[in-house]
């Protein structure tokens, strides 16, 4: 298992190049604040990475709860969740049409609701001891 | 280069692989995703089947995860 994290770390690090530092503090910052400025088909494709992590982390409490290694109040937490996570994908659908459209005021508008989802989500996870740790939180 | 920030990164990332790993998770698309969002010098430089690529990985975590429980 530390042979594969240590793999992960590397590969992480490998990544990261001066030229991309403003990108890393751009996305160290997506998923923290609403923003106002264009949704570009790169700042879509960051949050949908930020989203995969969400999702990856939320699907792994999902998988604890079901194998019944964490308590069975487990069950009802998610359920609260998924009330909000429910939500998301008629937005990204929209989102990925506006952004790929050049609407510019309706995908922003859309953005920030789909974070402000994410961050619910997170935020109840959090509050039933999951932590789920991504970039941009 | 703030390596200070790099490194943050970078341990956030390991994070959630580490609890995937734990769990025994395929932790494929965190990794993934992490490298993409630290490879962010690419700007500019996607294609549209990078971005559906990434959008049907998202679709598909979003379904598993909204699925009713057993």
New interface residues.
């Given amino acids: 298992?530390f042979r594969?994290?240590s793999l992960?770390?590397a590969?992480?690090?490998s990544?990261?190049?001066?030229?991309?530092?403003q990108?890393?503090?751009?996305?160290?910052e997506v998923g923290t604040t609403s923003i106002v400025n264009p949704i570009?088909?790169?700042r879509?494709?960051?949050l949908?990475?930020?989203?995969?992590?969400v999702?990856?982390?939320?699907?792994?409490w999902?998988?604890?709860?079901?194998d019944g290694?964490i308590p069975a109040s487990c069950?009802g937490q998610?359920?609260s969740a998924?009330v909000y996570?429910?939500k998301?994908?008629p937005y990204?659908t929209q989102l990925?049409a506006f952004v790929k459209s050049g609407d510019q005021v309706n995908a922003i508008t859309v953005y920030n609701n789909v974070m402000n989802l994410i961050t619910t989500v997170k935020a109840q996870a959090a509050a039933n001891g999951v932590t789920?740790?991504?970039?941009?939180? | 280069?703030?390596i200070a920030?790099?490194?943050?990164?970078?341990?956030?990332?390991?994070?959630?692989?580490?609890?995937?790993?734990?769990?025994g998770?395929n932790?494929v698309?965190?990794?993934?995703?992490?490298?993409?969002?630290?490879?962010?010098?690419q700007?500019?430089t996607?294609t549209d089947a990078?971005?559906d690529k990434?959008?049907a990985?998202?679709?598909a975590?979003?379904?598993?995860?909204?699925a009713p429980?057993?």
């Fill in positions: 298992m594969k994290i992960v770390l590969l992480s690090l990544l990261g190049g001066c030229a991309g530092l990108n890393i503090k751009t996305a160290v570009t088909r790169d879509l494709n960051q949908e990475n930020i989203a995969i992590l999702f990856t982390g939320l699907n792994s999902r998988q604890a709860c079901i290694t069950k998610i359920e998924q996570t429910r998301i994908p990204l990925r789920i740790s991504t970039v941009g939180s | 280069m703030d920030l790099i490194l943050d990164l970078a341990m956030k990332g390991l994070s959630v692989a580490n609890t995937l790993i734990t769990v998770k932790a698309p965190a990794i993934d995703a992490v490298k993409q969002l630290i490879s962010g010098a700007a500019g996607l990078d971005l990434t959008e990985v998202l679709d975590l979003i379904e598993d995860f909204n429980l057993p």
